[in-house]
């Protein structure tokens, strides 16, 4: 996966994060896992980038668990 692979996924989860909003009673338990793998493609995307910054290969980022990332600061 790269950094094209996880802005894909993030703009697919955002979209969908929209549509549930969007509804006057919305699905809270798939709007908490659609936040929950946000976290985590942005945490991905954050290490990807630092690896390479330092010289090091960014396929080697891997996604960390949710409960690690989530309610990161954005």
Known sequence: MD?????GR????VDEEHKLRGHHEPDADRLAQVEAELDQCW???RQRRAKEEFGQNPDDAAARPAREVENYRQ
């Open 3 to 7: 950094d094209g692979d996880v802005l």
């Open 10 to 13: 993030v703009k697919a989860l």
């Open 43 to 45: 945490d991905l995307l």
